[in-house]
Each structure stands twice: as structure tokens, then as C-alpha cells.
């Protein structure tokens, strides 16, 4: 079965950091571009992150989490990461990845809550 499936949300303090999971099975993540997406309550799907696939590796990142954020893959885990630094309450959402950049890809995973909060 393909299927992506995200974790390492949870509750954290503003500052705090928190890593993100994106675990693919049923297909070999390497060669996929991965997109991580979030959506806040009452707000629509924005981007947040994305990494080519390796034979690329390029990253990008939303204007809003640059130099807080780092994206990176480890293929003999079939994992991509989200490592979440200096988080703010503005980065409340459920995160979710996907198996494209623009959001528009084929397989999502279920979501993981992120909530920055004091």
C-alpha cells in the first residue's frame, strides 16, 4: 500500500523546535520530490517546505520559516524530515507531506498537530 505517514507534532513552548517525520512506504521516497504543507484553523493549505528528489536535492522554503527550518531526507529510512527551530504561534497547524512541491501530489499522509503555545 502507498502511503506517507507523518509524526513528531506535538505541543512546544515559542522558541522551542520540534522534528517532523515523513515516513513513505510502498514506494521508494528517493526519487519524489516531498512536499511539506501545513493548514491553520479557519486559513487554506500554504506551503512550507519541499526537497527534489536526490538526484536534484534541492530545498526550498516559504518566506515565513527561512533560517528556522530545515528540510533533508534519509533514503535508507525512506524519511524525509522537518526540523522545526525558534518556533512561533503563528506555525500552529497540522502539517501534512506530500509527494510534490506544489501540492497538488497523489499521496498525503494523515496530518501531524503542531501548537506553539505558552
Known amino acids: 500500500q502507498v502511503q506517507l505517514v507523518e509524526s513528531g507534532g506535538g505541543l512546544v513552548q515559542p522558541g522551542g523546535s520540534l522534528r517532523l517525520s515523513c515516513v513513505a512506504s510502498?514506494?521508494?521516497?528517493?526519487?519524489?520530490?516531498i512536499g511539506w504543507f501545513r493548514q491553520a484553523p479557519g486559513k487554506e493549505r500554504a506551503g512550507v517546505s519541499c526537497i527534489s528528489s536526490s538526484s536534484a536535492n534541492s530545498t526550498y522554503y516559504a518566506d515565513s520559516v527561512k533560517g528556522r527550518f530545515t528540510i533533508s531526507r534519509d533514503n535508507a529510512k525512506n524519511t524525509v524530515y522537518l526540523q522545526m527551530n525558534s518556533l512561533k504561534p503563528e506555525d500552529t497547524a497540522v502539517y501534512y507531506c506530500?509527494?510534490?512541491?506544489?501540492?497538488?501530489?497523489?499521496?498525503w499522509g494523515q496530518g501531524t498537530q503542531v501548537t506553539v503555545s505558552s
Open positions: 506530500t509527494t510534490d512541491c506544489a501540492g497538488v501530489g497523489s499521496v
Open positions: 510502498g514506494f521508494t521516497l528517493e526519487y519524489y520530490a
